[in-house]
């Protein structure tokens, strides 16, 4: 069924869209001297490859939409070049129809000539989206790379003090070009004749010499010959002098001597002939292994390390030892800490605490010393403790405390009770009584609580006051609930609901 669909599709495209081109076909055909290539896969939104850029002229033009370039569904694309959207060439006609099911296999071959300008093609799908690109086209004369590549050689190998290389030199040659790219990188060893660069050329007889370089682009440019020179000379005496090793024990010490919990060895070596090649210790009797990271000992008990090194001529030292013993850490502080919480404030003859209470936490840790001290008032959230509490709020309360110390034990939860009772005067006797916070008309639904002496949380807002500007009545809005977050009245949602309320009134503006 999809076949016959396809196949139908490819019969209408065939039909309203004329190819303006030479006809196009899978047959050979002589290629111009530049060749552009699109292909196209399943996707119905994107050309699989496309090419981006170009040089002005006669150019070959294939198109393939087929099995090989991945289309399975045998859907039909087309490669269009616009020639009407203002801003693009429109010298070129391009409307070529390709399917994995035509005659030539989905792959089409067309000659055009490019001129300098952009270009823009597209294939437009029935139903779908379709794919739309750019081809850049630069003048095939002037427009081209004419900057050579960038070339340069290094020279490596052992050097005396005189900067002399010891038997040997190598001299690596690096080109780079940002247009074209590099075609060729060529060398000669004391003008000798160029041969072409293709790995990093060691130069071992004895006297002066000078490497020359060169590079090609794809686009023909040559570099200037550029050049290093370097003396060779006999090795020095042969190295017989092995590498100095030593080691180095770091950690925690008791009284004794002893490394607590772990021991450190740290090893170094030195040469001054050939240099150091490698550091090889065992520890407790194991075999001898490569040393590259300071070993750390944890096991409890006596250690034996032995270590040596070797230079680059070979040379082993002596084994060298150092012993050690690691002992096990004392116990862990595992006891939490100790905390307790009081309660002050002016009380009447039923105990009650008349305007507001005070509550006081305090903890210590004989251990590890306390790191944090928490509470909670009522059903809020667990806070951190800085200051003592101020609860005014009428009612019952409850305030539970905990504590942590630095060894990371918490101690129980605890808690205490008590009660607030207003204190019989009334600061507010024309109190707005409504029953939620309101402000400018923002109803923020949080009750409209007795802040315990006759004042509801309408009445400290006061909207109806006079303020130098709007800034500063959201200021006071916040500085009014921020208390009444402190003594339990509000909890932050519903402070931050009456100051977002605040700040989208007009009091004030």
């Known amino acids: 069924m999809t076949r016959r669909i396809t196949a139908v599709l490819a019969a209408l495209l065939l039909t309203v869209i004329p190819l303006a081109v030479a006809p196009a076909s899978a047959a050979p055909r002589v290629a111009a001297d530049q060749v552009l290539t699109w292909t196209a896969d399943d996707n119905i939104t994107r050309y699989k490859s496309a090419p981006t850029t170009a040089v002005a002229g006669a150019t070959t033009i294939i198109w393939e939409n087929s099995a090989a370039t991945g289309n399975t569904t045998g859907m039909p694309h087309t490669l269009t070049f616009d020639t009407s959207t203002e801003g693009y060439n429109h010298d070129v006609t391009v409307n070529i129809l390709a399917s994995p099911f035509d005659a030539s296999n989905g792959r089409h071959q067309a000659t055009v000539t490019l001129t300098p300008g952009k270009y823009r093609y597209f294939c437009s799908i029935p139903g779908h989206s379709g794919m739309v ?111 100095v090793v030593d080691a180095a024990l770091a950690g925690d010490r008791d009284d004794d001597g002893n490394y607590v919990g772990t021991a450190t060895a740290t090893l170094t070596a030195t040469d001054s002939g050939s240099g150091v090649a490698t550091i090889e210790y065992a520890l407790d009797g194991a075999a001898f292994t490569g040393y590259t990271n300071p070993i750390v000992v ?75 001290v928490e509470y909670a008032l009522d059903a809020g959230a667990w806070t951190a403790y800085t200051a003592p509490v101020s609860v005014r709020a009428t009612g019952a309360h409850t305030v539970r405390y905990r504590a942590t110390d630095t060894a990371g034990n918490v101690s129980a939860e605890q808690s205490t009770t008590f009660t607030v009772v207003a204190d019989g005067t009334d600061g507010c006797p024309d109190s707005d009584t409504r029953a939620t916070v309101v402000v400018d008309g923002y109803d923020t639904g949080v009750t409209n609580a007795d802040t315990g002496n006759g004042c509801t949380i309408n009445d400290l807002i006061d909207e109806h006051a006079d303020y130098p500007g709007h800034a500063e009545f959201v200021r006071h809005v916040e500085a009014v609930t921020t208390a009444l977050v402190t003594d339990g009245t509000l909890d932050r949602r519903q402070q931050g609901a009456i100051v977002r309320a605040a700040a989208r009134s007009d009091v004030g503006a």
């Open 298 to 372: 944890s096991t409890v008990g006596m250690h034996m390390l032995h270590y040596r090194a070797t230079d680059v001529a070979g040379n082993t030292s002596a084994e060298q030892m150092a012993h050690f013993t690691v002992v096990a850490p004392p116990a862990g502080d595992t006891t939490p800490p100790t905390v307790a919480a009081t309660v002050t404030g002016d009380r009447n003859d039923d105990g009650g605490y008349v305007g507001g209470a005070t509550v006081t936490v305090t903890a210590t840790d004989a251990d590890s010393a306390v790191a944090t």
């Open 133 to 243: 690109g750019e081809l850049v086209v630069t003048d095939g004369g002037g427009g081209g790379d004419s900057t050579p590549p960038t070339v340069t050689a290094a020279v490596t190998g052992d050097q005396d003090p005189d900067g002399n290389y010891l038997g040997a030199a190598t001299v690596t040659v690096t080109a780079t070009d940002t247009d074209s790219g590099v075609r060729t990188v060529e060398y000669q060893v004391d003008d000798t004749s160029f041969a072409p660069y293709t790995a990093p050329v060691r130069v071992t007889a004895i006297g002066d010499h000078s490497v020359q370089f060169r590079a090609t682009d794809q686009a023909g440019n040559t570099s200037a010959v550029g050049s290093v020179s370097f003396r060779i000379v006999e090795p020095g005496e042969q190295d017989t002098t092995a590498p």
